[in-house]
C-alpha cells in the first residue's frame, strides 16, 4: 500500500477507536486521555459563531454580549462569519457546521500527503495524532477551514497561481492570519510573483481600512491564552496570571521576551539571507512556506492558541527531505526545526506527565518554551534562506560581477 493511503487508513482507525471512547466515556473523558483540555458542549469555539447568530437574532450585539454561546463568549470573529446566519444555520446546527469542517480539514490533509514517502508518513502521524492537533477538532475551531482553503491555494497553484491567491485571500476574510500564504507567490518568476503579491497585499490592505474598527474590536477582545498557547509574550502572561508575579516584573519580562524575539528574528533571517544557494519551486517547498509563516506570523502576534500547530504539518514534508537528503548546512537546522515541531506539538502531554508538582511543572514549561521558540527561529531562518535569488541582497562577489 502507498504511504498516503496507508496513513489515512491509520487515521481512520484512531478516529473509530475516539468514537468508541467518545460513546463509552463521554466527551470529555475521551479526549483527555489524549491530553486534550476538552470542554463539553462539543465543538466549544464553533459555537462562540453560531451562538452569535442566536444572539443577533434576538437583538443583540454578540461582540459586546453573546448570550446565544455556551459559556457567553464573545463573538470575535469577522463579521463574515456572520453571513451563516442567512442560510438559516444557528447554534443548533453546531454539530452539522463542525463536521463539514472536519470533513474539509481531512480533504486539506489528502492534498497535503500527495507524493509523499513512507519516512514522511511516519514523521506526520505524531503530529496530526498530537494534543496540539486534536485540540483543533475536539473544539471545532474554524483555522480548520482555513487549512483547507490554504492546502487547496497549495494544491492549485502550479496549474493557476490567481486561482491559489483567491483561496489565500478567502482565508485571510475569514481569520486575517492567513495572509501570510501570500508567500505561495515566490514559486512565481520575478515580475509575476511581485504583480501577484502586491495585489493581494494591496486587497488586504483596503479590506483592514474598511473594517479598521472592527479588526481594532477583535484584537482587543480575543482571549490571550497563557497554558494552551505559544508566541512571544505567552511567558509574561503566565507569569503575570498564574504565578502572581508582581506586575512591573511581569512587565519587564515581556519587554525583554519582546527584545529577545526581535534580535532572534533579525539574526536568523540574516544568517538566511547570507546564503547563495537557489531552492527550486516545488510542491513541498510551497507548502513549507505557507506553514512556516503561518506559525511564525502567528507567534509574531505575541499569542496564539496552540490548535495552530496543525499549520506546521504543511512544512513536514520539506524539512524531513532536508533532513535525510540535503547538504549538511540543510541537515542539522532541519533535524533539529523538526525535533522542536514534535516537541511543541506534544507540550499539553509533557505538563500531564510532568506537571504533577512544582519541580516537573517547572521542567514541562521550560521544555514548551525552548521549543517553540527554536521552532520560531528555524521557520524563520528557513523561510529567509529559500527566498528567491532577486530577492536576497546580492553578495560582493554578485555585485563585481554585475556589469
Same mark, same amino acid.
Given at each position: 500500500m502507498k504511504p498516503r493511503p496507508m496513513l489515512f487508513l491509520g487515521l481512520a482507525l484512531v478516529a473509530l477507536v475516539q468514537l468508541c471512547l467518545i460513546r463509552r466515556e463521554g466527551w470529555n473523558g475521551a479526549w483527555q486521555r489524549w491530553h486534550v483540555p476538552a470542554r463539553a458542549p462539543h465543538f466549544?469555539?464553533?459555537?462562540? %459563531?453560531?451562538?452569535?447568530?442566536?444572539?443577533?437574532?434576538?437583538?443583540?450585539?454578540?461582540?459586546? !454580549?453573546?448570550?446565544?454561546?455556551?459559556?457567553?463568549?464573545?463573538?470575535n470573529q469577522t463579521h463574515v462569519w456572520l453571513w451563516l446566519g442567512n442560510l438559516g444555520l444557528r447554534e443548533a446546527n453546531s454539530t452539522a457546521i463542525g463536521?463539514?469542517?472536519?470533513?474539509?480539514?481531512?480533504?486539506?490533509?489528502?492534498?497535503?500527503?500527495?507524493? %509523499?514517502?513512507?519516512?514522511?508518513?511516519? +514523521?506526520?502521524?505524531?503530529?496530526? +495524532? =498530537?494534543?496540539?492537533a486534536l485540540l483543533a477538532i475536539e473544539r471545532g475551531t474554524t483555522d480548520l477551514s482555513v487549512f483547507l482553503l490554504l492546502a487547496f491555494a497549495v494544491h492549485v497553484?502550479?496549474? =493557476?497561481?490567481?486561482?491559489?491567491?483567491?483561496?489565500?485571500?478567502?482565508?485571510?476574510?475569514? !481569520?486575517?492570519?492567513?495572509l501570510a500564504g501570500v508567500l505561495l507567490a515566490l514559486r512565481e518568476p520575478r515580475r509575476r510573483a511581485l504583480w501577484l503579491g502586491l495585489t493581494v497585499l494591496g486587497l488586504a490592505a483596503v479590506f483592514c481600512a474598511l473594517n479598521f474598527r472592527e479588526l481594532v474590536d477583535i484584537a482587543f477582545k480575543t482571549e490571550k491564552g497563557q497554558t494552551i498557547s505559544y508566541g512571544w509574550a505567552i511567558l509574561s502572561l503566565y507569569l503575570g496570571r498564574h504565578?502572581?508575579?508582581?506586575?512591573?516584573?511581569?512587565?519587564?519580562?515581556r519587554w525583554a521576551c519582546g527584545a529577545f524575539a526581535a534580535i532572534g528574528l533579525v539574526v536568523a533571517a540574516w544568517r538566511g539571507l547570507a546564503t547563495r544557494d537557489e531552492t527550486p519551486p516545488t510542491r513541498a517547498l510551497d507548502f513549507f512556506r505557507v506553514g512556516a509563516a503561518v506559525y511564525a506570523g502567528t507567534f509574531a502576534l505575541g499569542a496564539s492558541w496552540d490548535y495552530r500547530l496543525i499549520f506546521c504539518a504543511f512544512a513536514v514534508p520539506q524539512l524531513a527531505a532536508w533532513a535525510?537528503?540535503?547538504?549538511?548546512?540543510?541537515?542539522?537546522?532541519?533535524?533539529?526545526?523538526?525535533?522542536?515541531?514534535? %516537541?511543541?506539538?506534544?507540550?499539553?502531554?509533557?505538563?500531564?506527565?510532568?506537571?504533577?508538582n512544582a519541580a516537573g511543572a517547572v521542567v514541562a514549561r521550560t521544555l514548551e518554551e525552548f521549543s517553540k521558540w527554536s521552532l520560531f527561529f528555524g521557520c524563520v531562518y528557513f523561510l529567509a534562506r529559500t527566498l528567491p535569488a532577486?530577492? !536576497?541582497?546580492?553578495?560582493?562577489?554578485?555585485?563585481?560581477?554585475?556589469?
Open positions: 466549544s469555539d464553533l459555537r462562540a %459563531i453560531t451562538g452569535a447568530l442566536d444572539s443577533v437574532e434576538r437583538g443583540f450585539d454578540p461582540r459586546e !454580549k453573546n448570550p446565544g454561546a455556551p459559556f457567553g463568549q464573545r463573538f463536521l463539514v469542517i472536519l470533513a474539509g480539514y481531512v480533504v486539506g490533509l489528502w492534498w497535503l500527503c500527495s507524493g %509523499i514517502d513512507r519516512a514522511t508518513a511516519i +514523521l506526520l502521524v505524531p503530529v496530526l +495524532l =498530537s494534543p496540539a497553484a502550479r496549474r =493557476s497561481m490567481p486561482v491559489a491567491m483567491v483561496g489565500v485571500g478567502a482565508a485571510f476574510v475569514l !481569520k486575517l492570519f492567513p504565578l502572581h508575579f508582581d506586575p512591573d516584573l511581569a512587565l519587564d519580562v535525510r537528503d540535503g547538504d549538511a548546512s540543510f541537515r542539522r537546522p532541519a533535524r533539529l526545526t523538526l525535533a522542536a515541531l514534535l %516537541i511543541a506539538a506534544w507540550t499539553l502531554a509533557a505538563v500531564d506527565w510532568f506537571g504533577a532577486w530577492l !536576497k541582497p546580492a553578495s560582493p562577489a554578485r555585485a563585481r560581477a554585475t556589469p
